[in-house]
């Protein structure tokens, strides 16, 4: 496997900054243990052994890098692999060494649709793979099989855009068989939202970092869930969401009294865009029994 490149664009990102030190540590070892596509093992024993971690420490910072999109999780059979998106390496050759990840995983990643094209993978739908096509294991694909010498195709692989590990880019992009999509996440817009539903709440005065990437994570993967055809039906689903907040839940609006002499509890944009207080929200579990 040639060197990896690590370019001095990561030590700027929102992303890379908004993760623990251990989660930065685990995510080096990463991009160096990848495979040419940014495809790696992503099981605590393998990432353990790559990081010389502890064992028990991997899932919690495996989930850290995952929330704030540096790696995507997905399974083949028993096994659990992972992808870097905006992985980009400016190589001779692209070998893939594990399993092609689910449409879903990598239809946003354009640098990773690019290369399942030039290596003609079998099974491809509109350019993105529907399902994993190679067996967990060390198979693997080349753009020239056995030739050490890169032909034209491969040259144009290797003088594609210049490694960018990561790069702030927010959302998911349309689909080459029409299937929409929903557009970058609008933060300015949601604030607003925010402001306008929840006015006695606290109204962040900045927006960047952690929550500027929790917001984004979030939209992209309700955006997925629920089809948005266009940002105005995300819009419209959060201003839904922050409206049934304000008129549904008195837990999170400060209307429910406190307990053992504490405050009673206002629900901030920052609290909510958490992977595991969203999830919460949007599944009712704060909702007035009579809203539920």
């Known amino acids: 496997m ?4 690590i370019r001095g664009d990561l030590l700027s990102s929102e992303r890379y900054a908004s993760v623990s030190d251990g989660a930065k540590v685990l995510f080096i070892a990463i991009l160096l243990s990848a495979d040419d596509a940014g495809l790696f093992e992503a099981g605590s024993f393998a990432l353990a052994r790559a990081a010389t971690l502890p064992i028990d420490r991997i899932d ?3 989930d850290e890098l995952t929330g704030a999109d540096l790696v995507r999780t997905y399974r083949q059979g028993e096994k659990l692999f992972g992808f870097v998106p905006r ?3 400016r190589l001779q050759r692209t ?4 399993p092609v990840p689910p449409a879903d995983v990598v239809r946003d990643d354009a640098s990773f649709v690019e290369i399942c094209a030039k290596l003609k993978l079998t099974g491809l739908h509109g350019g993105l793979p529907d399902d994993p096509l190679l067996p967990s294991g060390s ?5 020239q099989s056995g030739s050490s010498k890169p032909s034209g195709e491969q040259r144009q692989i290797s003088d594609a855009q210049p490694p960018e590990v990561e790069v702030e880019v927010e959302g998911i992009t349309t689909h080459p068989s029409g299937v929409l999509a929903c557009g970058p996440c609008p933060h300015g817009e949601i604030l607003k939202l925010w402001e306008v539903r929840l006015p006695e709440h606290i109204q962040p005065k900045t927006w960047t970092g952690t929550r500027r990437t929790h917001l984004a ?3 992209r993967e309700t955006a997925k869930r629920r089809s948005w055809a266009s940002a105005a039906d995300g819009l419209t689903w959060f201003d839904e969401l922050f409206r049934d907040i304000a008129e549904h839940s008195s837990f999170l609006t400060g209307r429910a009294p406190g307990t053992k002499g504490r405050s009673s509890f206002m629900a901030t944009l920052d609290w909510l865009v958490q992977a595991g207080n969203f999830a919460r929200v949007v599944d009712g579990e704060f909702w007035d029994r009579r809203a539920a």
């Open 2 to 5: 040639p060197n990896r490149m």
């Open 217 to 219: 994570a979030r939209w």
């Open 60 to 62: 919690p910072l495996r």
């Open 95 to 98: 070998t893939l060494r594990h």
């Open 139 to 143: 198979s693997t694909v080349e753009s």
């Open 87 to 89: 992985y980009r390496q």
